[in-house]
């Protein structure tokens, strides 16, 4: 059987969509397979089977050049990494932020934590979802958008360089919440080092302790990255 391995490993390299390479080399293991058949039909078995087969089909860069000639068969990520690794990771952790803030509320509305005019004891259910809300917006999006960069980058077989970029540009946004119970009132206090005004608290402040927690957790997908890199690269 023959290992296409490295024409895998190759066209991903130079940019073909993953989803793309996997159907080429299904083809092609479907047409291996067939060429196989056939040389097994005139009487031609074993390795020479495999040879004959071989040298009908093509080298690996014969194969490769068929696919690196359709421009439209690469990956957004490889054709505007500016965009992937750039612009979308920050405007992704500001509507994660934006999209846990307006659950926070709503459930707070629809369970009755919060009655708009009629100040009540905050119940402990919506005290503990809140701080639940701001464990997530502090520790867990930042991280899990790391890991997404990192998955991006191995799978597209991008330079190390780009993902930290967008790990980069996440981390200094400094997103952070807080949350927080007065009495009847409630609290939730979230910023960016982006100067801003906002009903959730001001902006254009660093939180220190939040800014080194989250830079310890994305060394965790940029140090995966790494370790996989090294890994596939062994593999060749």
Not at 105 to 124: E, M, S
Request: charged share 15%; with cysteine.
């Amino acid at each position: 059987m023959r290992d296409f391995r490295n024409l895998r490993e190759q066209l991903l390299r130079a940019g073909i969509a993953p989803r793309h390479v996997s159907r080429y080399l299904a083809e092609l293991r479907h047409h291996y397979d067939d060429l196989i058949a056939e040389e097994h039909a005139h009487g031609i078995n074993g390795p020479a089977a495999h040879e004959a087969a071989n040298a009908r089909l093509g080298s690996n860069d014969e194969l490769a050049a068929s696919v690196l000639a359709k421009p439209e068969l690469r990956s957004i990520t490889a054709r505007i990494p500016w965009l992937v690794f750039g612009i979308l990771p920050p405007l992704a952790t500001i509507m994660c932020l934006v999209v846990l803030l307006i659950v926070m509320v709503l459930v707070a509305i629809w369970g009755g934590a919060i009655v708009p005019d009629h100040p009540q004891k905050i119940p402990t259910w919506f005290a503990w979802f809140a701080q639940g809300v701001m464990l997530a917006i502090n520790f867990l999006v930042i991280p899990l958008l790391g890991w997404l960069l990192a998955w991006a980058a191995l799978r597209q077989r991008m330079k190390p360089l780009w993902p930290l970029l967008g790990i980069s540009l996440i981390l200094m946004l400094n997103v952070h919440g807080h949350f927080r119970i007065e009495g009847t009132r409630v609290g939730a206090d979230v910023g960016t080092i982006i100067p801003f005004k906002s009903p959730f608290g001001p902006g254009g402040v660093i939180d220190w302790a939040a800014f080194l927690a989250q830079a310890g957790l994305l060394c965790l997908p940029l140090a995966w990255l790494w370790r996989s890199r090294h890994k596939t690269i062994a593999a060749q």
